[in-house]
């Protein structure tokens, strides 16, 4: 996400990212790599829980989950990881971002 954030950006859209490591952890990971966005430490798990991430120890702690909130706090596309590695492109979420845009702005202009 970090080569594509300026097309996030572009798309009217932040990217956050929530994290299983504590804040110290957390903060040292984002100043090393120096990351443009968002970083959220949920070490208990908090976020994970509201959105229904899931958390196995079998499967070496979260799977990823992506969440696409709107501006008006509604969840506008989420998936689910089965392991660490299924994640989907940026392409595709680029893509989502671009519909869901499109469609605010037809409800916004049926008002």
Same mark, same amino acid.
């Given at each position: 996400? =970090?080569?594509?954030? =300026?097309? @996030?950006?572009?798309?009217d /859209? $932040? ?9 110290? *952890? @957390? ?5 090393? $790599?120096? %990351?443009? @966005?968002? &970083?959220? +430490? ?5 976020? *994970?829980? !509201? ?5 196995? !120890?079998?499967? !070496?702690? =979260?799977?990823? /989950? %992506? ?5 008006? &706090?509604?969840? &506008?596309?989420?998936?689910? &990881? ?5 994640? +989907? ?5 680029? /893509? !989502? ?5 499109? /469609? $605010? *702005?037809? $409800?916004?202009s049926?008002?």
């Amino acid at each position: 996400m =970090r080569q594509d954030y =300026r097309k @996030f950006q572009e798309r009217d /859209a $932040e990217v956050w990212v929530v994290g299983p490591e504590d804040r110290q *952890a @957390f903060e040292q990971y984002w100043q090393k $790599e120096q %990351l443009p @966005f968002v &970083g959220l +430490p949920d070490p208990e798990h908090r976020v *994970a829980n !509201l959105y229904g991430q899931e958390v196995t !120890l079998l499967k !070496l702690g =979260r799977m990823p /989950a %992506l969440v696409i909130i709107d501006k008006k &706090g509604r969840v &506008g596309y989420q998936y689910y &990881g089965k392991a660490m590695w299924d994640i +989907p492109p940026n392409d595709e979420i680029l /893509a !989502l971002l671009e519909d869901l845009n499109q /469609a $605010e *702005a037809i $409800e916004n202009s049926n008002k």
